[in-house]
């Protein structure tokens, strides 16, 4: 048993490393400006990039799953690691913005999200009876990643410039997502049938899982949790400068603390949700997100209370991103994780590029967080009406767990 503990957190050692390799994605908005410098392309044409990017990301949670199943955890990993690295590296050698679309967009978009995805599930799968804390450590790793290289990639662009900043930055990702993987181990859950809080729990097929009403009431909940949160990061500094009267400067410092609470609450609530139960979680970050937009529609905000608002929105959603994995898992087991939580994590992607769209149609920020708060308190109803699908109703008898990795099961016992 002590072997199978070490071997499990050296597992998450691995896993961490990994993440925070994916995570150093979102330091795009550090290149926007030396790129347009260099090659006087327009801001909006670079910027479109990165969106360009978080879309490739959300599609290929659709289809990491299947690669895992055919190629293993670890070859995977190690494979999304090179493409991801690669595709930077060759970043440094654009010229155009189509090649900055294609390499540094789809290339590493599809690269990350395949790792993220499949990392994040098979981590979970391995502590089952911590799945939010679990959750948490790997999601937050994410986070950490791009707090970290702000400042890393921040001094290579001073130092060498921003297109051999890419070359380095892409070099140092393949090391640590390449050797990260060698540390992890695949989870492998040979059985239909799960136990869980006593009950008996089945392992939901992605066919099986949208056939119940519960999956598009959980991603109606996500989509709300995501488009508010990136919405949000996206405006941030805007929103100090033009509703809130702060100088460019101290608006600017938003930036930071968005990351430091977004981190910290996919930590923290992670961790809670395990104690007080996930929905609950879900449901306090969604009140106060809908109380924290409130404000910042209707009254008139002052330097506190614009900094208190976005930490807050920024803590609930990080905290939303950690406890979905572990209620997909909860909802509809284990055993086939990265496929079910890839169609609910569309969720992110449709919410990532929805915060913009309807700020244009609506007419402004102001409107948007309106029916931001107005959405906020419906998925607070969902999150409280909603069970797991076939609550209290199964009697069928358990499969027994016959997978062998490497002499090393996972832990199974009911969370």
């Known amino acids: 048993m002590k072997t199978t503990l070490d071997r499990r957190w050296l597992i998450v050692v691995g896993t961490i490393i990994v993440q925070m390799g994916l995570g150093t994605i979102y330091t795009w908005s550090l290149f926007n400006q030396p790129l347009v410098d260099h090659f006087g392309w327009e801001l909006n044409s670079v910027s479109l990039t990165f969106s360009i990017t978080s879309l490739a990301l959300a599609l290929s949670t659709l289809v990491a799953g299947k690669l895992q199943d055919k190629w293993g955890i670890r070859r995977l990993l190690t494979g999304a690691g090179i493409v991801l690295g690669a595709g930077l590296i060759i970043s440094s050698q654009v010229s155009s913005l189509w090649m900055l679309y294609i390499l540094a967009g789809v290339i590493v978009g599809a690269a990350d999200g395949t790792a993220y995805i499949t990392s994040l599930s098979n981590l979970i799968k391995w502590f089952p009876e911590r799945k939010g804390l679990i959750s948490g450590i790997s999601v937050g790793a994410y986070g950490t990643g791009s707090l970290l290289f702000k400042f890393i990639n921040g001094s290579l662009i001073e130092s060498v410039g921003v297109t051999q900043a890419f070359f380095y930055w892409g070099l140092i990702v393949l090391v640590m997502i390449v050797g990260g993987s060698f540390l992890v181990k695949e989870a492998k859950i040979d059985r239909e049938l799960t136990v869980q809080n006593g009950s008996i729990q089945k392992d939901y097929t992605v066919k099986e899982m ?38 460019i400067a101290t608006a600017s410092n938003a930036v930071a603390l968005v990351a430091i609470f977004n981190t910290s609450g996919r930590i923290i609530l992670g961790a809670l949700s395990d104690k007080v139960g996930r929905l609950r979680v879900v449901s306090c970050t969604l009140l106060v997100t809908a109380a924290a937009v409130t404000v910042l529609s209707f009254v008139h905000l002052n330097y506190g209370l614009f900094f208190a608002c976005v930490a807050a929105i920024a803590f609930c959603f990080g905290g939303n991103i950690t406890v979905f994995p572990a209620i997909v898992a909860d909802f509809y087991g284990l055993k086939n994780q990265s496929k079910n939580y890839g169609i609910i994590y569309q969720g992110f992607g449709i919410g990532a590029i929805s915060g913009s ?54 832990d199974t016992r009911a969370s």
């Open 357 to 410: 769209f309807i700020a244009t149609s609506l007419g402004g920020v102001i409107p948007t967080f309106k029916l931001i708060a107005v959405l906020s308190i419906v998925s607070v109803i969902i999150a409280i009406m909603i069970k797991a699908p076939g609550t209290g109703k199964s009697t069928t008898k358990v499969k027994r767990n016959t997978g062998k990795i490497d002499s090393l099961t996972p």
């Open 210 to 247: 949208l056939r119940t009403k519960e999956a598009y009431l959980l991603f109606v909940i996500f989509f709300t949790s995501c488009m508010s949160g990136l919405f949000l990061i996206g405006m941030v500094k805007d929103i100090g400068v033009k509703m809130a009267g702060l100088d």
